[in-house]
């Protein structure tokens, strides 16, 4: 069976607690998910999600705060604002748009955490690979993102 | 240093069997020894414990490292324990990143092989990451000598008395007209029945 | 609690609210907003003469309702702080409708009391004529009246009158009693003297207000009155069958007794030169007293008559016999029902009023009518139709009304039906304008267009010194609560001109209109806290009694029946300020003019202990708390205190001992219909109330416990002490309280084999549990803190941070954080205490560096990232952004939107996670 690559990117506030309190409380969760902390939803650009797709990934989670309950005010917002319009540029370059998913964990929903990361997973396996990697890469386009490329010709 | 090509040193913790059951800590130890960079990657009973601490140290001074990675449970948890740790080795304490791999990887998966699997990416990561990392510096600020307590019931008032004993100022903010809450409405408390007010 | 008000270091801040909280560890600001309290908290000594004389009752909260407590309250005698503190939550509307701002629902409270004559000087703070206002007032208070929207507005104007009347019998006593409109007012009675001197033209309600006031603060006022009696209209334009001659000439005389002298028949006739006459200044409130006559045909002939002459003429004594004559009334007011009323009690002729449509009170109305007097509307006239130099009629036609548009009755005249109404007499009560012949030429005095005269803000004419207040200044007739008003303002307008500007500000109540809507009405009146009687309607003698005289056609109530009619007054406001408090409390310690205060505060940390709310059995049926008998722990707790509202008798409704009670464990709590979590502290409490009931109450007691958590010091053995005493207890999960004849049936599934699943007894004792307060998710949102799926604050950690939140400097203690019992809270609050202290004992504290950085050389000042900034921490100068290390806390926002990703986070940055996600990926 396909096992998909998820990121998760998680802010640090609420839904990286909550994924904690997943754990300590032995809840299953996949394995596919690999989570990013960030200090805040609204960290997460959307550079970082086209990389991770760009990289490798099957499909990215977005989880932050509920709205009205981020730790610095508004900052979930802007998150709300920004991943639909992405998803809408994903369709647009031929990505399912369910490949990009944004949800709010609270740090006391643990178990909330587990049913969306399962789901989540669920869904991308549904959708099989991938594509993106057949596309024209970020490496070549937005060349000062290639980071790593640099640092492992310096090595 | 900061100049210097990255020498990480990469920390397995099996957290007695918390991790060391589902995740198999020498394999990850082995792969995580193979990236670039990455001079040493050790297994340990409990990374937290001072033994564990002092293993990090010796192995700063001895290997020259200078970068660390500890793939143990969450940094909500241990982050300021270790980078107190590797401060006082004498490295800046930004040089310091954690793989949660316990939380988030072997008390939610139940196949070891897939655990180790994720284990690994995790380390991975942490390892990919200290590379950028910068010796950041903390802002020290000065602090404001008096505490807010908000609400005047029984333990607003133990809290406001401790804190003004010892001579600080305290604001006690009580949305009713007098303090006291509930306690205030009790006759009698247990389990020595004597009066509460 | 005592050694906390008395602490050096403890600012005790009551009734306030944080309502924000910036900063971050080490150094925040919060805002606390600090509600009024109505009392000077250091100046109060809790000796409670205040709460003696108040009027109000509410339910008391602190009694759980179970007993009665004024506005003026206390929670305890041992409260700390032990000020009192006035619960208002806003201006009635009947008083913010008065233009004369009467504290109606204050003298109505006082009413309910029989407090008749606290209710008199009550209504003299704002208006010196009582008497007249309960009888001939418009009365704009009782259409704002709340009642209105459930049956009928409370009849305020009966219950004045009746007070007014009250007051003029017991006068001679009245005089003995202390004159409490010292402090209520804003003049201070019997102030130094000023020795400035200020005339006033017209002793109307205007003059006589703004005279009275002025006196009040220290001034010298001469009133002149240029007719023989004083009063102004109150005197000469309104018939005594309304508004009897002593009543007015009473009010008058207290006037007088306060010091202010008044000239009768002086007439004016050079307003400003009268600056030159020694007077520091001249207030003009001559009133308008000239009816007006449309210049019509015939209009001059001797046969027509004004109104104001006519009723002047009568009021002041001439002698005028109308019998068999034919009055025609020109007039659709209340003018030209005083006219056509004064006219049928001079000797029965017959009169006629004549206009397009009325609109003029229904109840003198409908007095006119029953006197005799005809109404004919619905017409226009034309002209005075006279035969041999004699009025024979006025020759009208029929039209069709409509509304009332800017003022003026909407008409079509309806061709081809001219008439002639019969008539020998025309009095026209059209409406009156201003006699301004004592303007001199000279110094002319703007007048405005159409009518009236100019003047500023401060009620002053274009001549320095020279005021003008009621219908002379507006150039129309209104209502003497109206004119009232324009005295007080001309008074302090004048106040303000003689003390270049420091005199008295204009009163402003700073509070919202506590105006309740139809569910709170229901509640009240259903709780029996407000009459549901109907309005009571006032009675008139019968017509053949009144209209061959002057005597006063509307009775006045009896005692009973307005002490019924102030029952239905709804207590809008709570507090009506009445003002008796002031009057009571000898230290001069209650402002009612005190308003919400906001406090800033600099701190470094932070300590949560909000503590729970009792869970309310209401929503939980089966519970029975529906029923009499069935009680929650913390009312028996308020029972069975010796300063509770039963003093210490645990009592059923009856009034009788219960026999035998059934405690009830886990109201509330461990149950996936309310809460999940067990609220820990209800199984002990139970076991103490169960050993008060056993011993105080020398009550039979039943326990029903799901399990018995006896888990801390000394607790188990409390259990077994209580087991001793002969408390019975039985395993099991009540499933239902039902309420059959005489006793309460407690049934319970889960019992233990062959033991009772049900108990038949005279009280249930519910043990509720803990819940979050109401406005945790306020708070926690306020503070920037996360919450629990149960609705606790959560901690850092359940074990390593019991007290520490996630936001550094911010800690929690006791009950807020989840059910806890006292030694567990206290405990708690040490750990928090010292938290807190270890904190702010550093003397600095290291921020993190993860902050927003700019690489200048990137940034195009777009200023997108000063847009998403939640803490507008980031500002563009000189085309590149610039950030505040100290208000930036950290999110990133910035840096994911940059569109040249000149804004990073530190620590955060884009190469490092993005090396994280690719090593995630590998």
């Known amino acids: ?89 994903l369709s647009f370059v031929g990505l ?56 492992e010709a310096a090595e | ?166 001579g600080k100022q305290v604001y006690l903010v009580e949305r009713e007209s007098s303090i006291g809450g509930h306690m205030a409405q009790l006759y009698k408390t247990f389990p020595t029945l004597d009066c509460s007010a | ?229 004083p009063g102004g209209m109150m005197r000469v ?23 202010v002298e008044i000239h009768l028949n002086h007439r004016v006739s050079n307003a400003p030169g009268l600056l030159n006459k020694g007077f520091d200044a001249v207030l003009i409130a001559a009133g308008v007293h000239n009816a007006v006559k449309l210049p019509i045909d015939n209009s001059d002939h001797p046969g027509n008559w004004l109104s104001t002459e006519f009723l002047r003429k009568v009021l002041l004594g001439e002698r005028i016999d109308l019998s068999g004559r034919h009055v025609i009334v020109l007039g659709a007011g209340d003018v030209a029902l005083d006219v056509a009323r004064t006219a049928i009690r001079l000797g029965q002729p017959k009169v006629q009023i004549l206009c397009r449509g009325m609109r003029c009170s229904e109840h003198e109305l409908k007095a006119a009518e029953e006197e005799g ?34 003022g003026r009755r909407i008409v079509r005249e309806k061709p081809g039906t001219e008439h002639l109404v019969e008539g020998d007499l025309i009095i026209w009560a059209l409406g009156q304008k201003g006699d301004y012949d004592f303007l001199p030429e000279e110094t002319p005095i703007v007048s405005q267009n159409p009518t009236g005269i100019q003047t500023n803000n401060e009620m002053m004419t274009n001549i320095d010194g020279v005021f003008v207040a009621g219908d002379i200044r507006q150039g129309w007739t209104s209502f003497v609560v109206n004119a009232i008003d324009e005295g007080h303002h001309a008074a302090r307008a004048i106040d303000r001109y003689l003390n270049a500007g420091a005199g008295i500000p204009e009163p402003s109540h700073g509070m919202p209109v506590a105006k309740l809507t139809r569910e709170e009405i229901e509640l009240k009146i259903t709780a029996g806290r407000a009459s549901n009687q109907p309005r009571i309607k006032i009675s008139s003698i019968p017509p053949e009694e009144r209209i061959n005289n002057f005597k006063e056609v509307d009775l006045t109530l009896t005692e009973d029946q307005v002490v019924a009619e102030a029952s239905r ?8 300020e009445c003002m008796e408090c002031v009057a009571a409390c000898e230290k001069g310690a209650i402002d009612h003019t005190m308003r919400d205060r906001i406090i800033d505060v600099n701190i470094g940390a932070v300590i949560v202990t909000t503590g729970f709310k009792d869970f309310d059995p209401r929503i939980a049926p089966e519970y029975g708390y529906q029923y009499p008998n069935v009680i929650t722990a913390l009312e028996f707790e308020r029972m069975i205190n010796p300063s509770g509202p039963t003093g210490g008798k645990v009592v059923m409704k009856n009034g009788r001992r219960p026999r035998k009670v059934a405690i009830i464990h886990c109201v509330g709590s461990r149950d996936d219909k309310y809460h999940q979590y067990c609220s820990r502290a209800c199984c002990m409490y139970s076991l103490k109330t169960a050993q008060l009931v056993h011993e105080y109450v020398e009550a039979e007691v039943h326990e029903i416990y799901r399990d018995m958590r006896t888990f801390g010091k000394g607790y188990e053995e409390f259990f077994n002490r209580t087991k001793q005493e002969g408390v019975h207890f039985h395993h099991g999960r009540v499933k239902s309280i039902t309420r059959e004849e005489g006793y309460l049936h407690v049934s319970w599934d889960e019992a233990f084999f062959q033991q009772p699943d049900h108990v038949d007894v005279d009280m249930v004792i519910l043990a509720t549990g803990m819940e979050p307060q109401q406005d945790a998710a306020r708070l926690a949102a306020t503070l920037g803190i996360s919450r629990s799926n149960d609705g606790f604050f959560l901690e850092l950690h359940p074990k390593l941070g019991p007290v520490e939140t996630r936001s550094e400097g911010i800690f929690l203690a006791g009950a807020c954080q989840s059910p806890k019992d006292i030694p567990d809270t206290v405990a708690q609050a040490g750990g928090a205490a010292a938290a807190a202290l270890s904190l702010i004992d550093q003397g600095t504290v290291k921020l993190d560096p993860a902050i927003a950085q700019v690489q200048e050389a990137l940034c195009a000042g777009c200023g997108q990232c000063a847009t998403v900034c939640p803490y507008g921490a980031i500002w563009i100068e000189n085309g590149i952004a610039h950030i505040d290390e100290y208000n930036c806390k950290g999110c990133g926002t910035c840096a994911a939107t940059c569109p040249n990703k000149a804004m990073t986070l530190i620590h955060f940055d884009d190469k490092q996670l993005i090396s994280e996600l690719v090593g995630a990926l590998s």
Not at chain 2, 144 to 156: D, E, F, H, K, S
């Open chain 1, 1 to 89: 069976m396909f096992e998909p690559k998820i990121i998760a990117f998680l802010c640090t506030w609420c839904s990286y607690t909550g994924a904690d309190l997943a754990g300590t409380t032995r809840l299953k969760s996949p394995w596919n998910i690999r989570a990013i902390r960030t200090p805040c939803s609204g960290r997460v650009s959307p550079e970082l999600i086209i990389r991770a797709f760009d990289e490798g990934a099957d499909g990215v989670l977005v989880l932050g705060c509920h709205i009205g309950e981020c730790h610095f005010d508004t900052g979930n917002h802007r998150t709300a604002k920004r991943i639909p319009i992405l998803k809408e540029l």
């Open chain 1, 96 to 151: 399912e748009p369910e490949r990009l998913r944004l949800d709010w964990v609270s740090a006391s929903e643990g178990e909330r955490f587990a049913h969306i990361t399962n789901d989540f997973t669920e869904t991308i396996r549904q959708l099989g690979p991938c594509q993106w990697q057949q596309k024209p890469s970020w490496r070549q386009t937005r060349p000062e993102l290639a980071v790593i490329t640099e640092l």
């Open chain 3, 373 to 406: 007097v005809r109404i004919l509307s619905s017409r226009v006239f034309k002209k005075v139709v006279t035969a041999d130099e004699k009025i024979i009629g006025i020759r009208c036609l029929d039209a069709e009304v409509g509304g009332i548009v800017d």
């Open chain 3, 569 to 576: 007054c709804l207590e809008c406001g709570v507090c009506g």
């Open chain 2, 1 to 166: 240093m900061n100049r210097s090509k990255p020498r990480i040193g990469a920390y397995i913790c099996r957290c007695g069997t918390n991790i060391a059951a589902t995740v198999d800590v020498e394999e990850v130890a082995k792969k995580i020894g193979f990236l670039p960079g990455v001079v040493i990657a050790r297994d340990y009973t409990y990374m937290c414990s001072d033994p564990g601490q002092n293993l990090i140290k010796s192995d700063i001074k001895e290997h020259n490292l200078n970068r660390i990675v500890v793939a143990s449970c969450s940094p909500l948890m241990h982050e300021a324990t270790f980078r107190h740790a590797i401060e006082e080795a004498g490295l800046n304490p930004f040089y310091f990143q954690m793989a949660n791999i316990r939380e988030q990887c072997s008390w939610v998966i139940k196949d070891k092989a897939l655990a180790t699997e994720k284990a690994i990416k995790m380390t991975t990561a942490a390892v990919q990451r200290i590379r950028y990392h910068r010796p950041e510096k903390m802002r020290p600020i000065d602090i404001t000598p008096a505490v807010l307590v908000i609400g005047g019931g029984i333990a607003g008032i133990e809290a406001s008395l401790k804190i003004a004993d010892a």
């Open chain 3, 237 to 259: 334009g309104i018939p005594p069958h309304r508004l009897p001659y002593d009543r007015l000439a009473w009010e008058i005389d207290l006037i007088r007794r306060e010091g």
């Open chain 3, 1 to 229: 609690m005592v050694s906390v008000g008395r602490h050096e270091n403890i600012e005790l801040l009551t009734l306030s609210e944080i309502e924000e909280l910036s900063g971050y560890v080490g150094n925040f600001k919060a805002t606390i907003r600090q509600k009024a309290r109505y009392v000077q908290e250091d100046m109060c000594t809790g000796c409670e003469a205040c709460t003696q004389v108040c009027p109000i009752e509410v339910l008391n909260p602190f009694e759980l309702g179970l007993a009665m407590r004024h506005a003026t309250y206390r929670n305890s005698a041992q409260s700390t702080p032990n000020a009192f503190a006035i619960q208002k939550t806003g201006i009635a509307p009947c008083r913010d409708a008065c233009p004369a701002d009467q504290r109606a629902m204050g003298y109505i409270s006082l009413v309910k009391k029989h407090r008749f004559a606290d209710a008199y000087w009550t209504i003299r703070r704002e208006n010196p004529f009582p008497s007249v206002c309960g009888r001939v007032c418009n009365h704009v208070c009782e259409d704002a009246c709340s009642r209105g929207e459930y049956d009928e507005p409370v009849n305020i104007v009966a219950i004045k009158r009746f007070v007014a009347d009250w007051a003029y019998q017991h006068r001679d006593e009245l005089d003995q009693m202390p004159d409490k409109s010292i402090p209520g007012t804003p003049f201070i009675h019997k102030h130094q003297p000023t020795g400035k001197k200020v005339a006033i033209i017209g002793s109307g309600p205007a003059g006589l207000t703004a005279a009275l006031d002025l006196v009040r603060l220290g001034h010298k006022p001469v009133v002149y009155e240029q007719f023989s009696e």
